[in-house]
Nanobody, 118 residues
């Protein structure tokens, strides 16, 4: 089992910044990728950024440079720096940990709320 703890969410005004953190513990060997996902009310969960074990980081096109993910695969930690926040960024942000264990296994944290108000 893998346990994930996210922190850093909160409420900010449009244009503000927040930094999210996630720490994985437990059976964290064979990590393949850690990721940030988000889910806004009434919408499907979407990918925000991924951090692969080798250190590569990828974003979907909509991020457009506003978010920056960093990570440490040795410590199983990732962070997400979010700048120029918009009301549409309001969502619960989840940390995802994927590992190989005779097949891919996914774990998620409890989520942290980000609210952007105009």
């Amino acid at each position: 089992q893998v346990q994930l703890v996210e922190s850093g969410g909160g409420s900010v005004q449009v244009g503000g910044s927040l930094r999210l953190s996630c720490v994985a513990s437990g059976s964290t060997s064979n990590m393949v990728v850690m990721a940030w996902e988000r889910q806004a009310p009434g919408k499907e969960r979407e990918l925000v950024a991924t951090f692969a074990r080798g250190g590569s980081i990828r974003y979907p096109e909509w991020v457009q440079g506003r978010f920056t993910m960093s990570g440490d695969s040795a410590k199983n930690t990732v962070e997400l720096q979010m700048n120029s926040l918009k009301p549409e960024d309001t969502a619960v942000y989840y940390c995802n940990f994927r590992r190989w264990n005779f097949g891919m296994e996914d774990y998620w944290g409890q989520g942290t709320q980000v609210t952007v108000s105009s």
